[in-house]
């Protein structure tokens, strides 16, 4: 079979183990992510800010980097990229319930503000896009030092005009650091729509400018992502310098939980939504390629069940940091009075 | 030992840390080739190369951004901002970022940086290129704020803020550049961040002082001193944090205190440092507290009159502290 004819999964080389295991993450990440609009509808936690249709976009591309050894600036709806980074649920959970042994923050920050040191995901911020210039300094850093680190940084297609989108960019571009830059174009930055966002249309084509290839992808298919930052991570790890992917994604739920897309979005658009979730896609081509049985979905979905419930249960039996944890971590503690 | 101007203890003290240090770098606009448009990397480019001597893009955004993410790595940058009136773009990276990110954390990621900024007027450089920002960030806890008066401090605090574990915001004024010398040892020496410098012990007034006002209250005190008025010159040194304890002593060893600084009055450094004097200090007052400082306008204006008249000098100086002596 030529690579015309086969499968794209096939044409990737990946095996069916494989393929299960990026539908693993991308179920676990909408199951993560509906328990916790219960969990905020419920009362129990405060906020939730949703990756719900950038499932596939998020899984196929944090899926060509090396956990544990490449580096991850995420922004807010990264939840997919954080669990296949190695984040697990229960972390995940601690952070949505502002536990005090959350590793992002310790109940500091917001959920969705990530951070985990010894996965080499780096904190993150509300202002958006400024964790793009982190990444060009990480990746500057390493190549320095002499190690093969690629880096991961996101932003939405909003924040594609934010002065640091452009200066990262730049920099990288300037000096081919080992980057890729992905943005999730959901076509919303809250209730503002592409068209009054973006000026020409595209966010890929800003790549040409900062002497990069900008590429634009279907953050629906799953695999066309994949290839897309495959591609991307050997050319960083070859010395050919940063990309810029745009992943065209939906926003099916609101902005976050304080906000309501009904009042400026469609019934008919929100309605069309439901025809465009990632998770219909992939379960459909697994089937259609014999990669995932009936039987087989069951378990998987029985799996994500249990691991949610398990983490939600415990995460919210972890006890809160003391309040006067709120002064620690200012500065570094005098030499010897660490702790 | 050897005479050095304060740019030049700048620059020998990034090539000693350097030296020292494979993992510090410096990075910021025309600071390659150029050596800095103040010449404090002049040579360091020849000697270190243009990896750790990084002419960055025109984009302050960048230099501190790109600074934060490679003392994430476990690198130490020493970024330049050309002009401190130049800051500004950078200042969501410095204060959402810079100053959050062990706080944030909890502990877990650190920004272990240097941010070098020339500011300060009286040399000609219009509304732009004379500011004083220091107050823009004395108010966030997260960073340090270190202000240098004299070659050998420069030297002491840049060692200092290169090892330190957390952001430093380091001001080195344009008009001590090349203006004041003194003995700078050959050898590494570290002068603590968080410690003020009695800069002239005194009995009859109190001057708590910070960057090129400390020699203009230097040169009125020895003034004062044939007029029969004994003054004490505390210099801050660094502004965040105070030097609490420091400026208690001074203040109750006269019981006259007089806070001078070149930027603007109104929440400036000298109106924290009144509340802590009147805080622990009030029953050891004989005067009010007074202050001397830049007018509350914009900036510095670019006529040769209006510049000489918005900044401070030793005559200035002199009449506010014979005014307190006399008091």
Redesign the interface.
Known sequence: MTAETQAPHAALGLSREQCQEMYYYMLLTRRIDERLWLLQRGGKIPFVISPQGAEAAQVGAAYAFRRKHD?F?PYYRDLGVNLVAGVTPREIMLGAFARGI?????G??MPS?W?N?PLNV??G???VT?Q???????????R??GDDVVVYTCCGEGSSNQ??FH??L??AG?HRLPVIFMVQNNEYAISVPLEKQVAGGSVAARGLGYGMPGIEVDGQDLFAVYAAFRDAHDRARRGDGPSLIEALCVRITSHSSDDDQRRYRSSEELEALKQKDPLVRIRAYLRENGLMDEATEKTIEARISAEVDDATEWAEGQPYAEPAAAL?????DPPGEEG | MAVLNLVDAVRETLRQEMRRDRDVWVVGEDVGRKGGVFGATLGLFDEFGPERVQDSPLTESAIVGVGIGAALYGTKPVCEIQFADFVFPAMNQIISEAAKMRFRSNGAWTVPMVIRAPFGGGVHGGLYHSQSVEQYFTSTAGLKVVVPSTPYDAKGLLTAAVRDPDPVLFFEHKGLYRAVKSEVPDQEYVIPIGKADVKRDGSDITVITYGKTVHFCLEAAAQLEKEGYSALVLDLRTLLPLDKEAIVAAARKTGKVLIVHEAGKTHGVGAEVAALVAEECLFDLDAPVQRLCGPDVPAMPYAGPMEKFFMLSPSICLEAMRKLAQF
Request: net charge positive; proline share 5%; hydrophobic share 35%.
């Open positions: 580096w600036t959350d590793p992002a923050s310790g500091k920050q503000h951070g040191r780096v904190s911020s509300s202002p400024t793009l210039l982190h990444a060009v300094g990480i990746a500057q850093a390493a320095r030092k002065g640091d200066e990262a730049n920099w300037v620690r971590h200012v500065y570094a």
